[in-house]
């Protein structure tokens, strides 16, 4: 597994905790971030997590608005959790960074299978191919 999945899975972790937590993430979201990798030693892996996790808590308002204009008849409410989290980032990364729109979208639907339901990547894949036509 290559150093950006690594970092995008550790990012996904931590806001996927922090969705079960009384907190306010933008102010624990490094505890969260020590917390998970513990079982990483590379600086890169931890750096990229980070700035994966900044982008979201940044752009969260502008994120949430092209999921709910992107997911027909859904509301962010509706939206499994984890599934929300891994839109975050991926919509985060795809409007806020350089990275081609191909490889944030293979990697979120990767990563959705991973850890997600089955349908999950079907989802994902629908709500970020409508956003990339967008760019």
């Known amino acids: 597994m290559g150093m950006r999945r690594k970092g995008r899975e550790m990012a996904l972790q931590v806001l996927y905790s922090l969705e079960y937590e009384l907190i306010e993430e933008q102010q624990n979201y490094q505890q969260k971030l020590a917390e998970i990798t513990t079982e990483f030693n590379d600086k890169n892996i931890i750096k990229f997590a980070e700035?994966?996790?900044?982008?979201?808590?940044?752009?969260?308002?502008?994120?949430?608005?092209?999921?709910?204009?992107?997911?027909?008849?859904?509301s962010l409410e509706q939206i499994a959790k984890l599934d929300r989290c891994v839109l975050n980032i991926a919509i985060g990364e795809l409007l806020f960074t350089e990275t081609p729109a191909a490889i944030i979208m293979n990697e979120a639907?990767?990563?959705?299978?991973?850890y997600c339901s089955e349908s999950s990547?079907?989802?994902?894949?629908?709500?970020?191919?409508?956003?990339?036509k967008e760019q």
């Open 51 to 74: 700035s994966l996790l900044l982008n979201v808590f940044e752009n969260l308002d502008e994120i949430n608005l092209r999921i709910q204009a992107n997911s027909a008849n859904w």
């Open 109 to 114: 639907i990767e990563i959705a299978k991973k």
């Open 121 to 132: 990547g079907k989802f994902i894949n629908g709500v970020l191919n409508a956003i990339a």
